[in-house]
């Protein structure tokens, strides 16, 4: 069965009469990758903090691992890995000297810290800078180091704000793999807020849409794309070579639109478009192939972050 670690329960964050997160109510379990995607301002730094026991909710409660994190930050704390959007290092000190001292402060010993502090900034692949102090590296060694720094403790729960900001392409790419393979090999649960639905999507199991403090949308993308693309989640283009203005394109369009799950089609240059409830690509392939047409390609396209973002967004009111 499932296991809640992180329970949030109509949280809400007021800053006067300004509401930052309005009653917010989201569970994750333990394990998942779990993507908090919303544009800036819509209140995921708050809600990050208000986990954490740094900011007191105005109303609600919110959980980690059992824990009241307003009740008890520290308790929290011990258990949960958190990296702010701007994380800070002792600039005049190596990067192992960096997370020795994050394990001492967290009642490691001496000898165990060293040991795990120089595997730990090999498996974030800054075993080259090791001895180099941290205010030569660039953001993105400085992002690496701080999930080693989260690491450290052995938390249960990474909590990550924005961690992919201001990094190179190619390090936003390895800095999300080791993200993956994190949670699959030690199975710790990840919360992973972001404004860039790409990186969300490559990395999450679940997201949750959040705009103007409300958390509008949860599920995995999947689901999040069937139920707001629930008449055409597939849209499928067929290429032919025959053209449009061709007499023999009616009979094919025809019978195209009465394949099972079909609810439109169009035809345009050599192409067909074709919008689906379900997955009918075998059956257009077989349709069009057995009307005696070549099929010189297909191509499949499920909805995807993207389109579900803006659909969100463009719509601006809300779905549940
Ligand atoms: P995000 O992390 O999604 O960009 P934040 O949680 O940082 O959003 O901010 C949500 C909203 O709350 C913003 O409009 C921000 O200006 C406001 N806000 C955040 N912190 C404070 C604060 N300490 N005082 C007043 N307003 C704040
Ligand atoms: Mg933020």
């Known amino acids: 069965m499932d296991e809640t670690i992180i329970d949030l329960v109509d949280l809400t964050k007021k800053y ?9 109510s989201l569970s994750i379990n333990k394990g998942e990758v779990f993507g908090l995607l919303g544009p800036n301002g819509a209140g995921k730094s708050t809600t990050i903090l208000m986990m954490l026991g740094m900011t007191d ?3 609600g409660t919110a959980h980690i691992c059992g824990i009241d994190s307003t009740k008890n930050p520290i308790e929290v ?29 967290n009642n ?10 120089r595997e730990l900034l090999k498996r974030v692949g800054l075993s080259e800078a090791i001895e180099k102090n941290a205010g030569t590296y660039s953001r993105g060694m400085r992002q690496r180091l701080g999930l080693a720094d989260v690491l450290i ?35 710790i649960t990840v919360l992973f ?30 689901s999040l794309s069937q139920r707001l693309f629930a ?3 597939y849209s499928i283009d067929a290429g032919i070579n025959l053209s449009a203005s061709d007499p023999k394109i009616e009979k094919l369009k025809e019978k195209l639109s009465t394949v099972e799950g079909v609810t439109n089609v169009n035809m345009k240059d050599n192409k067909f478009h ?13 349709t069009i192939i057995e009307s005696g047409f070549d099929l010189n390609y297909l191509n499949k396209k499920e909805y995807g972050l993207d389109e579900i973002y803006y659909r969100y967004f463009e719509g601006g009111d809300e779905h549940e």
């Open 16 to 24: 006067g009469s300004f509401t930052a997160v309005d009653h917010l």
């Open 193 to 222: 807020s972001s404004h860039n639905l790409h990186q969300v999507q490559q990395v999450c199991d679940r997201v949750g849409l959040f705009v103007n403090g409300k958390l509008i949308a949860v599920g995995d993308i999947r």
């Open 77 to 105: 704390k011990k258990r949960v890995g958190y990296l702010p959007e701007d994380v800070g290092f002792y600039g005049d000190r190596s990067g192992l000297d960096n997370l020795i001292y994050t394990a001492r402060l």
């Open 274 to 286: 074709l919008e689906c409830s379900r997955d009918a690509t075998t059956e257009i392939a077989k």
């Open 153 to 187: 403790k052995n938390p249960e729960v990474i909590i990550l704000d924005e961690p992919t900001l201001g990094i190179d392409p190619k390090g936003i790419k390895e800095f999300l793999r080791l993200i993956i393979q994190l949670s699959k090999e030690e199975g």
């Open 231 to 233: 008449d055409s989640p």
């Open 57 to 59: 909710p105005t109303s």
């Open 108 to 117: 490691i010993s001496e000898k165990e810290a060293k040991v795990k502090a």
